[in-house]
């Protein structure tokens, strides 16, 4: 079955400093990956997506992925962290290439900011 | 351009109860999901309405059911409420839903409370 795996459940940073949040699938053909943002009690925005093309994409607020077929991953990055990113990310995959509909969520990667 | 809206905000019900959830797409998109997160589990993938038909379903028994709209906006019923139906309940909408996998776009999501 299809899964994605997000191995740090929490990861603290000073401010200014760099981000890598991992995320690996498990999906035979080309998947369609995702990264969100939720802060607390909130719903889910969207950072970025891959579908197909240049494996490194650019997001929103500085944020960027870069899509590994042979490592199975799609690593979120960005170079300098803000007080405003403290929230959980959550890396998604496409149901069977999308023909499902819904998204497989990892369990998400909780973000601190140390000042 | 509004995004995709969910009322209430807030439920609190008590177990054995029943609720409706809504949800309205962003103008133009067609298909709507229904996720839940519950504390511990994850975003779980509830229902997939696409063109005012179910198109798939997650792994949650009957008493979670559902309809989509002419206007595509959708209702999300739970019935015979549990303590672990406790949640908070995302939306997210999608222009193409058929077939392939589009970006889905969340709304902020109803907190619900079974006591």
């Known amino acids: 079955a299809q899964s994605v795996t997000q191995p740090d459940i929490h990861i603290t940073v000073s401010e200014g400093a760099s981000l890598e949040l991992r995320c690996n699938y498990s999906y035979g053909a080309t998947p369609y990956l995702f990264w969100y943002v939720q802060s607390p009690g909130q719903g889910l925005q969207l950072l970025l997506k891959y579908f197909s093309g240049d494996t490194l994409v650019q997001g929103i607020k500085g944020f960027e992925a870069e899509f590994k077929r042979s490592q199975s991953s799609f690593n979120l990055r960005k170079p300098s962290v803000h007080w405003s990113d403290a929230a959980e990310y959550f890396c998604?995959?496409?149901?069977?290439?999308?023909?499902?509909?819904?998204?497989?969520f990892g369990k998400g990667t909780k973000l601190s900011v140390k000042p | 351009e509004a995004g995709v809206t969910q009322s209430p905000t807030h439920l609190i019900k008590t177990r054995g109860q029943q609720v409706t959830l809504r949800c309205s797409p962003i103008s133009g998109h067609t298909s709507v999901y229904w996720y839940q997160q519950a504390l511990g589990l994850g975003l779980q993938f509830l229902l997939w309405y696409d063109e005012g038909e179910e198109r798939n379903r997650g792994n949650f028994p009957p008493r979670f059911s559902g309809r989509q709209f002419p206007n595509y906006s959708s209702e999300l019923n739970v019935n015979a409420l549990e303590l672990e139906d406790s949640a908070l309940y995302l939306c997210?909408?999608?222009?193409?839903?058929?077939?392939?996998?589009?970006?889905?776009?969340f709304g902020p999501g109803t907190r619900l409370t079974v006591l």
């Open positions: 998604a995959v496409g149901a069977d290439g999308g023909s499902q509909g819904n998204l497989i």
């Open positions: 997210a909408s999608s222009l193409v839903g058929r077939g392939r996998t589009d970006t889905q776009y």
